[in-house]
Structures are given as structure tokens and as C-alpha cells.
């Protein structure tokens, strides 16, 4: 059993390390229907939220690492903060780093795993921008709760990869993700229009 609360990044210097790897990658200031991502990923398949934020998306990180030789995968939550918030309130930071040999039963644990005093504030619980990244820098994941999707991006549009991770539910941006994305609006107007941006930014 592996003691998750040594998974979460304590030091500040380790923080700073893996913020320049996030910055490298995301633009963090961005949100949906917005490109995120940063020019070199090109290909973008779409999954749900809850989904990636539970042990099921280890087969998909497994699987993208066995293919760049990663061998360490990240998990961050980038809203609520973790420097204003959750560093000043519970003194570490909501980032997980781990083996992608981790087991589904102690990722799960981890994601789970609450500061003293405070249930709540999990990240399984507490996140609503939450990215995954390899230290390879050839794939990551970007998650909104609010919009119950997270898209994962590759350098490749390589369709034997595509075919791999359909198998774990992945998407490309077709009419199965636009009804699906359709009932989270009440503004067929508003709908129309984040859907014509997300097209534009993820096809």
C-alpha cells in the first residue's frame, strides 16, 4: 500500500519545476472553448470527466507510456489554486506525482486523500481544472469539471494510437461529443457558438 500522502508535491522548488513543465504545455490562463493547448499537439480525442478523475484513466496513461518511455505521470489541479489556496491553507500543494505503475486501488486512495479537518478538499472532490502530464512532454490531458469533459492531446495523429485509446472511450470531436456537450446548454444560441470555436481549435 503506498502512502498517498507522500505522492503530493511538498517542496516549493519541486512545485516550481513541474509549474514550468505545466506552462510549457498549457496555457493556463485559457479556458474552453479556447485552445489550451499549447502549438505542438495536434491531435485531440475527448473524454468525460468523472472518467479521467478516477483510477479507470490509468489504462490510457499506461498505454500512452509505454509508448514515450515515461515513467512518471502528473496530476494537477490548477483551480482552486494551488498556491492561493490550497498551499496557504493546508501547507502542500494539490499535485500528485506518481508511477505509472501505480495501482488502481492507490491512485484511487490518493485522489481521495484529504487534508486533516477538511473532507472536502480532496481532489477528487475539489477540482474543477485539473490537467495530467507526462514528463516527456509528448501527451497531456486537460480536464473541466464544469463542462464534465477533459481532452487529451498528442504530438501525433497516429491512428493505431487512436484505435488503442477508442477502447477506453476517447472521441474525436464528432456528432456523439456535440449531443453530448448540447445538454449542458440552455442557449441553443450559446451552444452554437462554443461549439463552432471548439471545432475550430480541436478538429
Known amino acids: 500500500m503506498v502512502n498517498s500522502k507522500a505522492l503530493f508535491i511538498h517542496s516549493g522548488n519541486e512545485f516550481k519545476e513541474y509549474k514550468v513543465l505545466i506552462e510549457k504545455v498549457f496555457y493556463t490562463n485559457k479556458h474552453l472553448p479556447h485552445q489550451v493547448f499549447r502549438e505542438n499537439f495536434n ?7 468523472d472518467w479521467a478523475l ?16 515515461d515513467k512518471e505521470f502528473l496530476t494537477a489541479v490548477l483551480k482552486p489554486d494551488p498556491v492561493e489556496y490550497y498551499l ?15 495501482s ?17 478538499d480532496d481532489i477528487f472532490t475539489n477540482s474543477n481544472n485539473v490537467v495530467w502530464l507526462s514528463n516527456s512532454l509528448d501527451w ?29 472511450g476517447w472521441k474525436p470531436l464528432n456528432s456523439i461529443l456535440k449531443e453530448w456537450l448540447e445538454l449542458l446548454f440552455s442557449d441553443g444560441e450559446k451552444f452554437d457558438e462554443f461549439w463552432g470555436e471548439l471545432t475550430s481549435n480541436y478538429s
Do not use: H
Not at 145 to 168: F, G, H, M, P, V
Open 88 to 102: 496557504k491553507e493546508f501547507g502542500y500543494y494539490n499535485w500528485l506525482r506518481t508511477s505509472v505503475e501505480i
Open 104 to 120: 488502481g486501488k492507490d491512485y484511487a486512495n490518493a485522489l481521495w486523500t484529504s487534508p486533516e479537518d477538511s473532507m472536502a
Open 43 to 49: 491531435c485531440f480525442l475527448f473524454q468525460e470527466f
Open 54 to 69: 478516477s483510477d479507470e484513466i490509468l489504462t490510457t496513461i499506461k498505454t500512452l507510456s509505454g509508448l514515450t518511455q
Open 140 to 168: 497531456a490531458i486537460w480536464g473541466d469539471r464544469d463542462l464534465e469533459i477533459c481532452i487529451l492531446a498528442t504530438k501525433s495523429k497516429n491512428y493505431s494510437i487512436q484505435n488503442l485509446l477508442s477502447e477506453d
